[in-house]
């Protein structure tokens, strides 16, 4: 017997409440909750799915304003990394660093209320995809089977002949799959992906 569902989508309910405190943080960080932003996850639990953070840096620079508030998010060890990437693009981007400061609700609802989500291949990939958010992902081609699930996305790598290793350091030492990943080509995926989409509602009213 095969079960089948009509509806495949991922889902995640977000609540009234992780809404609330969600804006409560925003503003109490100079984040305009009624603006347009994107989130940018940078980190990764596994080594070789990290897209390198000057990379990010670079993409960010070019990127520049043309996509709203940029909002950084991680855990609470990858912090250093994300005030160290806010620092290297504040000349150039509107960007803040929320990393280790957000619940799973409060992550859920900045997702929910983005443009978009730039992340290397890692779980806040499927939130987007759950709350129907469009995603670039930095694919590391350590694994064929998780790319972005039914919402508009762009999937970025550079092919390698040591692809679907499996592993979670490389071991080839060079991380090329997501390194020879330009900048430039992320940038331009952002952009692109940003046109191709509708404008998503601003946050949503608090009740």
């Keep these: 017997m095969q079960a089948v569902s009509p509806d495949p989508r991922l889902v995640f309910v977000t609540r009234s409440a992780d809404r609330v405190s969600l804006r409560a943080k925003l503003m109490l960080r100079n984040i305009d909750p009624d603006g347009d932003w994107i989130v940018a996850h940078c980190g990764a639990t596994a080594a070789s799915r990290r897209y390198p953070p000057e990379h990010y840096v670079e993409a960010l620079r070019q990127l520049g304003n043309r996509a709203g508030q940029v909002i950084l998010t991680g855990n609470e060890a990858e912090q250093a990394m994300t005030q160290q990437i806010a620092q290297q693009c504040a000349d150039r981007v509107p960007c803040f660093d ?8 409060e992550f859920a609802c900045l997702l929910e209320d983005a443009s978009l989500l730039l992340s290397n291949n890692t779980g806040p990939v499927h939130i987007a995809a759950a709350v129907g958010t469009p995603v ?7 694994n064929p089977q998780h790319t972005p699930w039914m919402v508009p996305h762009r999937v970025l790598f550079h092919d390698v002949p040591c692809k679907y290793c499996y592993r979670s350091v490389c071991p080839q030492a060079h991380h090329n799959c997501l390194r020879l990943v330009a900048p430039e080509t992320v940038c331009e995926a952002v952009t692109g992906l940003l046109a191709d989409t509708r404008p998503r509602p601003q946050m ?4």
Excluded at 204 to 207: F, K, L, N, S, Y
Aim: hydrophobic share 60%; aromatic share 6%.
């Design 98 to 105: 929320l990393a280790g400061t957000l619940t799973l609700g």
């Design 136 to 142: 670039v992902d930095l694919y590391a081609l350590t």
């Design 204 to 207: 949503r009213a608090v009740v």
